[in-house]
C-alpha cells in the first residue's frame, strides 16, 4: 500500500507545453505539500495546503498553480513550461502543519525538451 | 541566502566506521530538527527527528547531537553498512521544512 503515490513517476515534454502532476496520500493526513529538487539534488518546498486551503505559496512563478480538490488529493499543473522546470518534483504529506513528520512519495521526474 | 548549513557534501566511510554529518543554521526561530534519508529513485523518507529542548537523541544506530547555543546538529551513524549508502538531508522545521544541501554518503564494504 503505497502511502503517498505520484503520477506520472516520468514526464517527457515539449517546451511551451502544459502539464500536470498528481498527487493522492492514504494516510488520512489534513496536510500535504508540493516540493522541487533540482538537479544538484537541492529540496525546496513549493506549496502547502492544509484542509484543501493554501497556507504555504513561496516564490514560485504563476506558471505554477497547485489545486486540492479533497484533503487526499494535491494536484501540481504547470502552464508554459520552460527548460528550467525540470526537476523531480515530490509531493509530501504531514498530520498537521506544525512540526510533523512528512511522508514523501517518489517523485515525478519533469524533462523538458 | 542558505538558511542551514550541510558539511560534508559527499563522504565515504569503511563498513563498521562511523558517519558523521553536520549543520549548522542561524535562524532560532526553528524548533523541530529532522534528518532525512533518500536513496536513489525514491523520496526523502523521515530518519530521526530531535527537539531543541534535549541535546541528543538515539534510534538504533542513528544519533543526533544538538547543541543550542551553537545552533548546530549532527548525524552519526555509527557501525556504518553499505546499505547505509544513501543521501542525507537535514532540515529546519516549523510549518514548512528547509533542506541542507544534502550528503551523499558511500559506505565501502
Known amino acids: 500500500d503505497t502511502a503517498v503515490s505520484q503520477t506520472p513517476k516520468y514526464l517527457v515534454t515539449q517546451m511551451g507545453n502544459d502539464k500536470s502532476i498528481k498527487c493522492e496520500q492514504n494516510?488520512?493526513?489534513?496536510?500535504m505539500y508540493w516540493y522541487k529538487q533540482d538537479s544538484k539534488k537541492f529540496l525546496k518546498i513549493m506549496f502547502s495546503?492544509?484542509?484543501?486551503?493554501?497556507?504555504i505559496n513561496e516564490t514560485v512563478p504563476n506558471r505554477f498553480s497547485p489545486k486540492s480538490p479533497d484533503k487526499a488529493h494535491l494536484n501540481l499543473h504547470i502552464n508554459s513550461l520552460e527548460l528550467g522546470d525540470s526537476a523531480v518534483y515530490f509531493c509530501?504529506?504531514?498530520?498537521?502543519?506544525?512540526?510533523?513528520?512528512?511522508?514523501f512519495g517518489d517523485g515525478t521526474r519533469l524533462s523538458i525538451l | 541566502q542558505q538558511q542551514v548549513k550541510q558539511s560534508p557534501q559527499s563522504l565515504i566511510v569503511q563498513k563498521g566506521g562511523i558517519s558523521i554529518i553536520n549543520c549548522a543554521y542561524e535562524?532560532?526561530?526553528?524548533?523541530?530538527f529532522p534528518w532525512y534519508q533518500q536513496f536513489p529513485g525514491k523520496g526523502p523518507a523521515l530518519l530521526i527527528a530531535?527537539?531543541?529542548?534535549?541535546s541528543e537523541k538515539k534510534e538504533g544506530r542513528f544519533t543526533i547531537s544538538f547543541n543550542k547555543s551553537a545552533k548546530q546538529f549532527s548525524l552519526h551513524i555509527m557501525d556504518s553498512q553499505p546499505g547505509d549508502s544513501a543521501t542525507y538531508f537535514c532540515?529546519?522545521?516549523?510549518?514548512?521544512?528547509?533542506f541542507g544541501a544534502g550528503t551523499r554518503l558511500a559506505v565501502h564494504p
Open positions: 509530501a504529506s504531514s498530520q498537521g502543519q506544525i512540526n510533523q513528520p512528512q511522508h
Open positions: 494516510l488520512g493526513h489534513d496536510t
Open positions: 495546503y492544509n484542509n484543501k486551503e493554501l497556507i
Open positions: 535562524n532560532t526561530a526553528f524548533d523541530y
Open positions: 530531535i527537539r531543541p529542548d534535549v
Open positions: 532540515a529546519l522545521g516549523y510549518n514548512k521544512l528547509i
